[in-house]
């Protein structure tokens, strides 16, 4: 991703390079680097673990990475919300 004064460009998967780090994950996905190892770290994001068992060498490629953002499953522990508890949220 770039940035400029505050505003916040998302780069398209296909600029990215083939094998990417988790921080480079993070930024794509908009989400924490630790979300990102622990997606790892369960297997619901495909990476290869260069190092120890808790090592920080996780690579990802973008196959897995389009993988895991072509899924339909909620996350673990989201629910999909329901017509009325949108409305009770907004209005």
Do not use: C
């Amino acid at each position: 991703m770039d940035h400029q004064q505050g505003a916040t460009i998302v780069t398209r998967l296909d600029d990215l390079p083939d094998v990417l780090t988790p921080k480079q994950v993070a930024e794509y996905l908009q989400i924490s680097h630790d979300a990102v190892r622990a997606l790892l770290r369960s297997g619901r994001l495909r990476g290869v673990n260069a190092g120890a068992k808790q090592s920080k060498y996780w690579r990802i490629t973008k196959e897995a990475i389009r993988e895991f953002t072509s899924t339909t499953e909620p996350a673990q522990g989201m629910k999909k919300p329901n017509k009325s508890s949108v409305v009770k949220t907004y209005f």
